[in-house]
């Protein structure tokens, strides 16, 4: 859809308010921040715009979570001039599944299996799932989204993040999938969470990365202090420079390689006697073509270097020139590299 | 959604002070919304609360997407003022 472009001046004759609650809408229906570059520069104007936002967000998540039941209010208050609109309101909450599996509740409901179709268990998880917003990135995308308390969350390709803001209360997001960077404005009163694979890191001011893989969570720590609750044993608390690693196996906390943070958030990531298999593993989590590698003895091949995310097949180019190895494609979305001539590995 | 995780995520996450406050804004939200007129009270009940897509309400009222998108601002400008 086309849209109209927002100017400041526009933003501006529409007062304080008026704008913060155009900006949400608009953010609401385009599903993620088009209006990022406008909306920080109409934030930076006037302290008052700070102030109009954080009303209009908490006009917006005083609703999160109200289903059906909530409604019975407009039930009892009707006027009886227009007689179709009680047909229509049972018409919109019966259909209110179908639409939101269509749509933007998508992920989170296929991550749990999906409500039973129809039942009233159903709706309700639906109508709760659909007051979350959901920001996403499609495979080897990565963008940053400022959030309605002026922290930034950035996320790293083909992730997903939920946030559920509580008015004045907790800042609850989860990490649906992938790996995200989070620089949180400093709240004492409001906990900031984020939760992943069944862990919660919860911080004060500070910023930290968090990657989920099937089993495995990481947290990074760059800068303050979060302290990290596992799904099981007492929480641990991280100091800046390190990371931790929750799995099946539990939870183990290390040297984190912090510069790395900052890699993917510029389109590059950095290998340091990195494994061929461990290298192609990384680089395919932001393509659709795929890279794989044939032969177990070139899978072991060490590689080092800063390599653009974006762009694989130049990563496959370097690879064959410094190693006996040749890329051949394979089928539409996939390239394998495999021993030239049989003399490497 | 958090408690679905087959290692057990009940420790992890504790319970919400917040909810008994919630509950009341969200009192106090809906008695914002009666004082809207009744399209745009239906079309932000419709997206906000029933998840409804922008275009799906439009072609429900046989307005433009951007026409809801004005019902929506209008909503949220009042909720704001009064919540």
């Given amino acids: ?185 400093q709240d004492k009163t409001r906990p900031f969470l984020v939760s992943a694979n069944g862990q919660t890191v919860t911080a004060l001011g500070t910023q930290f990365e968090v990657r989920a893989d099937a089993s495995t969570l990481r947290v990074v720590l760059v800068e303050g202090r979060v302290s990290v609750a596992p799904a099981r044993g007492a929480p641990v608390v991280m100091r800046p420079g390190q990371q931790l690693l929750a799995g099946p196996q539990g939870v183990t906390v290390s040297v984190a390689d912090v510069a790395a943070v900052g890699d993917w958030q510029r389109g590059v990531v950095t290998f340091k006697g990195t494994t061929l298999a461990a290298a192609v593993t990384e680089l395919n989590r932001y393509s659709t073509s795929q890279l794989k590698v044939d032969d177990p003895g070139i899978a072991r091949l060490t590689v080092s270097g800063v390599f653009q995310t974006n762009d694989a097949r130049r990563f496959a180019r370097t690879i064959a020139e410094i190693y006996p190895v040749r890329v051949v494609p394979a089928g539409d979305r996939h390239a394998a590299a495999r021993a030239a001539g049989g003399d490497a590995g | 959604m958090s408690s679905s995780t087959p290692n057990g995520t009940a420790a992890a996450i504790s319970t919400l002070p917040a909810s008994s406050r919630a509950a009341e804004s969200l009192q106090t939200a809906i008695a914002a919304l009666q004082k809207l007129p009744e399209r745009t009270r239906d079309i932000f009940v419709l997206r906000r609360i029933e998840g409804h897509a922008y275009r799906d309400i439009a072609s429900k009222y046989g307005i433009s997407v951007s026409a809801v998108e004005k019902h929506m601002v209008r909503a949220v400008q009042h909720l704001a003022a009064t919540v």
Wanted: proline share 4%.
């Fill in chain 1, 1 to 185: 859809m086309i849209r109209e472009v927002l100017t400041l001046d526009h933003l501006k004759r529409l007062g304080a308010d008026g704008a913060a609650a155009l900006l949400l809408v608009r953010q609401d229906a385009a599903g993620d921040d088009p209006d990022e570059a406008m909306f920080d520069e109409w934030l930076a104007a006037d302290p008052a715009h700070a102030d109009a936002w954080a009303r209009a967000c908490d006009a917006w998540t005083a609703f999160d979570g109200a289903g059906a039941a909530d409604l019975e209010v407009f039930r009892q208050s009707e006027e009886p001039e227009e007689p179709q609109a009680r047909a229509r309101w049972g018409f919109a909450i019966a259909a209110s599944v179908a639409v939101i599996a269509a749509t933007g509740g998508t992920m989170l409901l296929d991550r749990q299996g999906g409500p039973e179709p129809g039942s009233a268990a159903g709706i309700q998880v639906a109508a709760v799932d659909a007051a979350k917003r959901m920001l996403t990135t499609a495979r080897g995308e990565h963008r940053s989204l400022r959030l309605a308390d002026a922290s930034t969350v950035t996320l790293n390709t083909d992730s997903a993040v939920a946030v559920a803001f509580k008015p004045g209360g907790e800042r609850r997001l989860e990490l649906v999938r992938g790996q995200a960077f989070f620089k949180v404005a």
